[in-house]
């Protein structure tokens, strides 16, 4: 079946970086849109970022906008989240999801499939 590992998830203090990865396995990975989505307990899952399937297009909430960049590496079945200046608000599980039809991408029910999560906890 098709998995998404995620990776890269630590604790770190405000204001410094993490990058996320996660790889995919056992889908044709150059024809999925992929996001990144983050989740607190209680709370409902929210979006984080975007790219389409050729890395020509990526969304971002405004939240992490100028913080944070999604990116791909089709070869590699590896799509990225470099997080900047992280805040503690930042504090979340950070999942990666896949796409394949044309749809909104910061909605998280149009996605086929998520990873398990990776932690991300950022100390004031």
């Known amino acids: 079946q098709v998995q998404l590992v995620e990776s890269g998830g630590g604790l770190v203090q405000a204001g410094g970086s993490l990058r996320l990865s996660c790889v995919a396995s056992?889908?044709?990975?150059?024809?999925?849109?992929m996001g990144w989505f983050r989740q607190v307990p209680g709370k409902e899952r929210e979006f984080v970022a975007a790219?389409?399937?050729?890395?020509?297009?990526?969304y971002y909430a405004d939240s992490v906008k100028g913080r944070f960049t999604i990116s791909r590496a089709n070869s590699k079945n590896t799509v990225y989240l470099q997080m900047n200046t992280l805040k503690p608000e930042d504090t979340a599980v950070y999942y990666c999801?896949?796409?394949?039809?044309?749809?909104?991408?910061?909605?998280?029910?149009?996605?086929?499939?998520w990873g398990q999560g990776t932690q991300v906890t950022v100390s004031s």
């Open positions: 999801a896949a796409d394949l039809r044309p749809s909104i991408p910061t909605v998280a029910s149009t996605y086929d499939y």
């Open positions: 056992r889908l044709t990975f150059s024809r999925y849109n």
């Open positions: 790219i389409n399937w050729s890395g020509e297009s990526t």
